[in-house]
């Protein structure tokens, strides 16, 4: 006992990752899919957060996947070159039932994670159940009630398209959980 007294006291910071000392100012959702990837950039400011650009990265039927996985590659690129978020955050993996879906997504996350990646940003996952408890308040949440709470959260005059609405719902959900004491630092990729 009086050997521990003795022993100066760590710092808080030593111990638990409470707060992130330099939350990211812009932030980057990517809800990855083969034929639909959503993508959305957040400015973090008061009141509010801004949307600097949001969008969804189609890709028709009759392509094949080496060309939608370029074109994903392709369009992230040039989001990440003109709008220069300084993190990324990306749904994390799932678990599919049918196999070849779980190949296929795990083929448009990769080509995402590759070309955010080669532009040095920070990349954190999170869980589509934890994203939908941060925006609505609820895991289970459908992706109808996601998109209207972004919509009021965000101050947009229109309702985002799905993709849209669920990467802009990560990069919230990202945004919050930089902000408040956490005793779980987000996973980073």
């Known amino acids: 006992m009086e050997g521990r007294l003795r022993r100066p006291a760590r710092a808080a910071a030593d111990r638990l990752p409470l707060l992130n000392p330099t939350p990211h100012l812009t932030i980057l959702g990517v809800d990855p899919s083969l034929r639909g990837t959503g993508y959305g950039i957040i400015r973090n400011g008061r009141p509010h957060p801004e949307v600097m650009v949001h969008g969804t990265i189609i890709c028709p039927a009759h392509w094949e ?4 996985l370029a074109r ?6 040039d989001v990440v070159k003109q709008h220069q978020p300084t993190a990324c955050v990306i749904e994390g993996i799932f678990f599919a039932q ?7 997504m795990g083929e448009a996350r990769g080509a995402a994670i590759a070309a955010i990646a080669e532009a040095g940003l920070e990349i ?3 869980a589509t159940r934890k994203v939908k408890q941060a925006i ?5 949440a459908q992706k109808l009630a996601v998109a209207k709470m972004v919509q009021r959260l965000l101050n947009l005059a229109e309702l985002p398209a799905p993709d849209a ?6 990069a919230l959900a990202h945004a919050q959980e930089t902000r408040r004491f956490n005793l779980v630092p987000a996973k980073r990729i």
């Open 72 to 77: 994903i590659s392709e369009v992230l690129r």
């Open 98 to 104: 049918n196999l070849r879906t779980a190949i296929i």
């Open 124 to 126: 954190f996952e999170m």
């Open 136 to 140: 609505v308040g609820y895991g289970g």
């Open 65 to 68: 996947h080496s060309r939608c």
């Open 165 to 170: 609405a669920d990467a802009l719902a990560l």
